[in-house]
T-cell receptor, first 114, second 109 residues
Framework: DTGVSQDPRHKITKRGQNVTFRCDPI?????LYWYRQTLGQGPEFLTY????????KSRLLSDRFSAERPKGSFSTLEIQRTEQGDSAMYLC????????????FGDGTRLSIL | TQLLEQSPQFLSIQEGENLTVYCNSS?????LQWYRQEPGEGPVLLVT?????EVKKLKRLTFQFGDARKDSSLHITAAQPGDTGLYLC?????????FGRGTSLIVHP
């Protein structure tokens, strides 16, 4: 079963450093989502792609955040000049193209900013 | 901002007890999904409800969608330690699901 995989699972870095996370979705899914989740909260939407096109970005996605899905397969999420408030679990999910289709989540990348 | 209200926020019970958690909104859902998330893992879909008044069962879990499609409940019968986790509801009907804050459930053996 090749589900959604995320790498790395954990990342610890100093404030001000850049970090990049990778997500490999389920291969036949053309939609890919990034979420951020902090303790005691549900996942908060950051951005999503249909194939290689980035269709929507949340206000949560500041200029320091950028996401790409260059070939419509895997995606990367980069955070530049990390801040303490960026500490969170970053979740990736994928789904087929139709509305109301459930999302399949990866196990996330936990980011800790020292 | 969470548009979905989930209650209770925390629940700690003994094995064998029954429990109900709730998901409410002021607006109508076209569909609603329930997920369970275990510590250190991503959410896993349990069920999708679409029709007002719909009831779905998954072993000891019973999901109900309100007649007006503004609320939903999840009832667990004879809870087991393996039911421990964060239960999330998510509003469907668009390409971007909106999640509630979740109910954190701990079932003690």
């Amino acid at each position: 079963d090749t589900g959604v995989s995320q790498d790395p699972r954990h990342k610890i870095t100093k404030r001000g450093q850049n970090v990049t996370f990778r997500c490999d979705p389920i291969s036949e899914h053309n939609r890919l989502y990034w979420y951020r989740q902090t303790l005691g909260q549900g996942p908060e939407f950051l951005t999503y792609f249909q194939n290689e096109a980035q269709l929507e970005k949340s206000r949560l996605l500041s200029d320091r955040f950028s996401a790409e899905r260059p070939k419509g397969s895997f995606s990367t999420l980069e955070i530049q000049r990390t801040e303490q408030g960026d500490s969170a679990m970053y979740l990736c999910a994928s789904s087929p193209g139709a509305r109301n289709q459930p999302q399949h989540f990866g196990d996330g990348t936990r980011l800790s900013i020292l | 901002t969470q548009l979905l209200e989930q209650s209770p926020q925390f629940l700690s019970i003994q094995e064998g007890e029954n429990l109900t958690v709730y998901c409410n909104s002021s607006s109508v859902f076209s569909s609603l999904q329930w997920y369970r998330q275990e510590p250190g893992e991503g959410p896993v879909l349990l069920v999708t409800v679409v029709t007002g008044g719909e009831v779905k069962k998954l072993k000891r879990l019973t999901f109900q969608f309100g007649d007006a499609r503004k609320d939903s409940s999840l009832h667990i019968t004879a809870a087991q330690p393996g039911d421990t986790g964060l239960y999330l509801c998510a509003r469907g009907g668009s390409y971007i699901p909106t999640f509630g804050r979740g109910t954190s459930l701990i079932v003690h053996p």
